[in-house]
């Protein structure tokens, strides 16, 4: 299966002209699943670049298409035609083992659901992009980054002996913690309530405009997007009132 | 709804697990009751009766009367020691006289010719005739059809014994037979006052007119008179079985109990998974009763399939150790009998209810509003109910098993606490290892952290396999160690043969063999049988003795010795050895040792029965023996001048090396009917027959560890979604397979490391305690033990752990973005 999308992504490969500002690109991207009823699209014609150090809102109803959408990007799932491109790499180019060196290297995350693991302490979390990238040091960079994010007194805490709040602050240590070029948080405050969230998207935004990290993220609260630099608007998988400034992809 | 469920998965785990405990179980059912009637048949045979009255005198009128009043058939024996004449040569031979219908119970086997092919004999021989024993045609070079003396009387050789049934296996008894009818004995002239004859009355019938009889007889018993039965028979093999019964019984329960907690892992996801169903059916409006029925059927049905392909594969295992144990046990075994079905079944049913429906039921209580919200789980499984279902079910399996109530409790808390032990060990080293997490990358983190994370689950396999690699580790390298150990523990010139049955006139021609052919002058040692009757007047009985092996001593036949001086490896402990002017007083030297298992105190009288005539002693003092020299020793000696008039027979031990022991056929040839036995042959014949019982017994644990590898994925199957869920985080966060599986293998290899680690040393505290206190010398620790139960541990758990959870490997990172933990 990854040989087969290897080659036909690898045919393209000579077409591509990569947008010379752009950090991330999608090319007629397109995904559809068959049901008993016959295919069903979630993802149809998307395109757009975005430049270095940009942020962009996801925006649109659930169901519409947002999460496939960021799954797509991170290369966590295969399109079913069209092409992402990140840093000027093609993902199609690459088999599952290959994304994910690009996603140690390159991508942090922010999940609704903070995904920490439950065995290991914050620390050890936090640790964990940093191990996977190969850097130096990763237990003084974790620590720094825990104290950067105010959990400094909650480095050998299990996730399920810290709050909600906690957890995502958690999260977001691990997701700057490697420093990534590019971040995509999926609904950063969707399970925490009103003070919380703004607090977490405070702390989120802060450390992005500190970093310089390229922001993608998905959500359905327009304030929150009004943070963004960018928004992209998505219904029934396809984007609407298209922001032209950054889908303007020449192909 | 079955078939449904099935492809779930746990329910494969139930059954797997349910068909391993009812296979461990029915196998050794199945063998157990086969020895067992193969033994009762056997001693039957041993007895050619189902009952025996031994007397020293005539058999009691009255005895045959009401015998023959019931009913009973009825077959009269005498036996005694003569000489016949031949050709002018004298032969000592064991003569026995029978009525018709001898032997009530096996067969006499005859044939034309000495070593000629046998054939079964359905009569005696007739009156004017005798059947010999090869043996005795060869001695004095005589043919079938020539003439033999015997007292006043002459008669025909008229057949070659071939077998007869109540023989015995007896090495000491080697004079040959001559079987004769008893109408001719009067005739011979031999049966004399004060002759050593035993009678004996055969009896043969129903079981329950035996044992009426046996009552009867037993109340009426005279000095002298003694009942032999099916019971009383080869009682070193019934012990030996009773052994065997308890220890497979108990390994097997390992594997039942093993098999429960992979039971009740696996239930208690099933009925988590079952939550979403119930609580829609519970919305649909059925009742708490309907949902509890329509579960309890499906286990029921699944029990029941489980059992009848566990009984199957009971019944081929049974046939596996049969075939392994079959010369050895010397006994023609009867097919097998349905009765360990029942247990088969009984063990799967209440294996199942004791351990799955606890959790199951808790799904009745689940709230029908869990349709809108999914956090109501309802009542949680309340512990106790689970643990009390356990500790009920496993309370009636084990009686089951053993039968006796205070033993039953014994092992349950000795088993409870080895469980602790071993529990506490594995938590222990769970910590321990849990400390090394800071200082290794994050594969090996992310495995440690995940043993470290579900401590009460890794803890139970761990002790899991723990055990299973502990019994095989003290069945191979422990068993070898042992043997090892006391070989060394023999010095180098240990005597390696013995010779037995040297005749009291052959004595000083030995001597003088042996000092002919340069070998260290042997010292004999003169023996008389004898039979314990009473200790201070008082009638011995097994029933006055609670060990094996009391039972054991008090039924066999002692060996008198006499001697001036005690044996240089002997100690007195008690009383004092007698002087010259002792002699020909009846005294009595007794093994410390025995004199404690048979409550025999200083000073106490002991009466022995020398062929057929009670005689007294009085224990002048107790020794201690030093049975590991390979020396000649006796557990009774008398003075000099006490038993020299009784039918005596000689013994020595030497050392020959392997120059001199070629000289041994010449020494044969010319003394027949010396015995010769080398200790090397019996050594080799000991480790042959320890090799063949291990191989049953490791049969047997083998389930064992296959009830360990039923709880190692139960436990993976527990937890394979939050496996899974967490393997797509780590591939998110940038995580190649390499590394996941490196995560998965250091997981594995920890958890088997620790299990081998456990049973390495479980399995030397065991062979040290076995050691010191059972066979008595010092253990040599041996380091390969511990590593070698890591290396299996590793190997086994490892390979299985990583093989039960290499699907997570292949779960698509996206399902990360999807779920919630």
């Not at chain 2, 208690?268 to 939550?275: D, E, M, S």
């Not at chain 2, 048979?598 to 057929?612: A, C, E, H, Q």
């Not at chain 2, 020793?633 to 030497?654: C, H, I, K, R, Y």
């Not at chain 2, 040393?761 to 380091?783: D, E, G, I, K, S």
Request: charged share 20%; net charge neutral.
């Amino acid at each position: 299966m990854d040989n087969v999308e290897t080659m036909e992504s690898s045919q393209s490969q000579s077409q591509l002209q990569p947008h010379s500002e752009s950090f991330v690109q999608a090319i007629q991207l397109g995904k559809w699943v068959n049901t008993s009823e016959g295919p069903l699209t979630i993802l149809d014609d998307i395109n757009f670049s975005i430049p270095t150090g940009t942020s962009v809102a996801v925006l649109g109803a659930s169901g519409s298409g947002k999460t496939t959408l960021l799954g797509l990007l991170a290369g966590l799932d295969v399109p079913t035609e069209g092409q992402v491109v990140i840093n000027g790499q093609d993902l199609g180019a690459m088999d599952e083992d290959g994304r994910a060196l690009l996603r140690a290297d390159t991508i942090g995350f922010v999940f609704q659901n903070f995904q920490l693991l439950n065995g290991l302490t914050a620390l050890e979390n936090v640790m964990l992009p940093l191990e996977l990238a190969g850097a130096g040091n990763p237990r003084e960079q974790a620590a720094e980054f825990m104290t950067r994010v105010g959990l400094g007194d909650r480095l050998s805490h299990y996730p399920n002996q810290l709050s909600g709040g906690e957890q995502q602050r958690c999260a977001i240590a691990r997701a700057f913690a490697a420093q990534p070029k590019l971040l995509f948080a999926d609904e950063p405050t969707g399970n925490l309530d009103q003070q919380t969230g703004k607090r977490i998207i405070d702390l989120l935004f802060d450390l992005n405009h500190e970093l310089g990290t390229t922001l993608i993220m998905a959500t359905h609260d327009e304030t929150l997007a009004e943070h963004c630099d960018r928004r992209l608007h998505l219904d029934s998988g396809r984007l609407v009132k298209p922001d032209e400034s950054i889908t303007d992809v020449g192909c | 709804m079955l078939w449904r469920d099935w492809r779930g998965g746990e329910l494969r785990i139930l059954a797997i697990a349910l068909v391993i405990a009812v296979t461990s179980v029915t196998s050794v059912g199945f063998f157990i009751d086969r020895v067992e009637r193969g033994l009762n048949q056997q001693a039957a045979e041993l007895i050619a009766a189902d009952l025996v009255i031994s007397s020293s005198r005539q058999i009691n009128a009255d005895y045959v009367r009401n015998a023959e009043q019931r009913g009973l058939t009825l077959a009269n024996l005498t036996r005694f020691r003569s000489v016949v004449v031949a050709k002018d040569q004298p032969q000592l031979a064991e003569v026995k006289a029978v009525t018709e219908h001898y032997p009530l119970r096996g067969e006499l086997r005859i044939a034309d010719v000495p070593y000629g092919e046998d054939r079964v004999s359905h009569t005696i021989p007739a009156p004017g005739e005798v059947w010999v024993e090869p043996k005795l045609l060869q001695t004095l070079n005589l043919q079938v059809g020539e003439k033999l003396q015997l007292g006043a009387s002459s008669f025909t050789i008229t057949q070659v014994l071939a077998y007869e049934p109540d023989r015995g296996g007896d090495m000491f008894s080697v004079a040959p037979r001559v079987l004769m009818h008893a109408d001719d004995v009067a005739a011979t002239r031999l049966i004399t006052t004060g002759a050593l004859v035993n009678h004996r009355l055969l009896l043969g019938g129903e079981r329950t007119a035996i044992d009426d009889y046996r009552a009867y007889v037993k109340q009426r018993l005279q000095p002298g008179e003694r009942v032999l039965s099916v019971k009383e028979g080869r009682p070193e093999l019934r012990a030996a079985l009773d052994r065997a019964q308890r220890f497979l019984g108990l390994s097997a329960l390992i594997s039942v109990l093993l098999a429960g907690v992979a039971v009740a892992t696996a239930a208690r996801r099933f009925a988590q998974r079952h939550l979403d169903t119930s609580a829609m059916l519970r919305c649909l409006g059925a009742t708490q009763r309907s949902i509890i029925r329509m579960f309890s059927l499906e286990m029921l049905w699944l029990a029941l399939i489980a059992s009848s392909v566990g009984c199957a594969l009971g019944l081929l295992t049974q046939m596996g150790i049969t075939r392994i144990l079959d010369q050895l046990l010397l006994i023609s075994l009867p097919a097998p009998s349905l009765q360990p079905l029942v247990l088969g079944y009984a063990t799967g049913v209440i294996l199942l209810l004791g351990f799955a429906l606890p959790p199951l039921l808790a799904l009745k209580h689940v709230p029908p509003l869990r349709v809108l919200r999914r956090d109501q789980t309802g009542a949680p499984v309340r512990a106790g109910l689970v643990y009390l279902g356990v500790l009920l079910s496993m309370g009636v399996l084990l009686y089951w098993q053993i039968g006796e109530l205070q033993l039953v409790t014994y092992v349950v808390l000795g088993m409870l606490a080895t469980l602790m032990v071993l529990a506490v060990a594995a938590y222990g080293l769970i910590k321990l290892m849990n400390r090394l997490r800071q200082r290794v990358g994050v594969a090996w983190r992310f495995g440690l952290a995940n043993i470290a994370r579900r401590p009460g689950s890794s803890v139970i396999q761990i002790v899991a396999f723990g055990l299973g690699i502990m019994v095989l580790l003290l069945l191979s390298t422990v068993r070898n160690d042992l043997l090892n150990d006391w070989s060394r523990s023999l010095p180098a010139d240990a005597p390696n043969h013995f010779l037995i049955n040297v005749q009291p006139d052959q004595v000083a021609e030995i001597q003088a063999f042996f000092d002919q052919q340069g070998v260290h002058k042997p010292q004999l040692y003169p023996m008389v049988r004898a039979r314990l009757m009473q200790i201070n007047d008082r009638k011995v009985s097994t029933d006055d003795y609670e060990s094996d092996r009391a039972k054991h001593m008090v039924t066999r036949e002692f060996n008198l010795s006499w001697a001036a001086k005690p044996q240089v490896d002997n100690t007195i402990v008690a009383g004092k050895w007698w002087q010259t002017t002792d002699h020909g007083k009846g005294l009595l030297s007794l093994e410390a040792r025995l004199a404690n298992t048979l409550g025999i105190k200083l000073n106490d009288r002991v009466s022995f029965d020398i062929n057929g005539a009670l005689r007294e002693f009085t224990i002048s003092n107790l020794r201690e023996v030093d049975w590991d020299t390979f020396n000649i020793n006796f557990f009774t000696v008398v003075p000099p001048g006490v038993l020299e008039q009784d039918p005596a027979s000689w013994v020595t031990s030497l050392y020959l090396d392997p120059q001199q022991k070629r000289q041994l056929s010449q020494l044969v040839k010319r003394y027949p009917n010396v015995t010769v036995i080398d200790v090397a042959a019996i050594m080799d014949r000991v480790r042959s027959i320890m090799d063949k019982v291990v191989m049953a017994v490791e049969f047997i644990f083998l389930f064992t560890l296959l009830a360990g590898l039923a709880v190692l994925y139960a436990a993976i199957q527990a937890n394979q979604d939050e496996r899974r869920f967490e393997s797509a985080v780590l591939r998110t966060l940038g995580a190649r397979r390499p590394v996941l599986m490196r995560g998965l293998i250091a997981e594995f290899i920890t958890l088997g490391a620790l299990a081998g680690l456990l049973a390495g040393l479980a399995a030397t505290a065991l062979a040290w305690v076995l050691a010191a206190q059972v066979f008595h010398f010092p253990y040599q620790f041996n380091p390969i033990i511990g590593l070698a139960g890591i290396g299996v541990g590793i190997a086994i758990v490892g390979i299985a752990g990583v093989l039960g959870t290499r699907t997570v490997l292949t779960q698509p990172p996206v399902v990360s973005l999807r779920q919630g933990t």
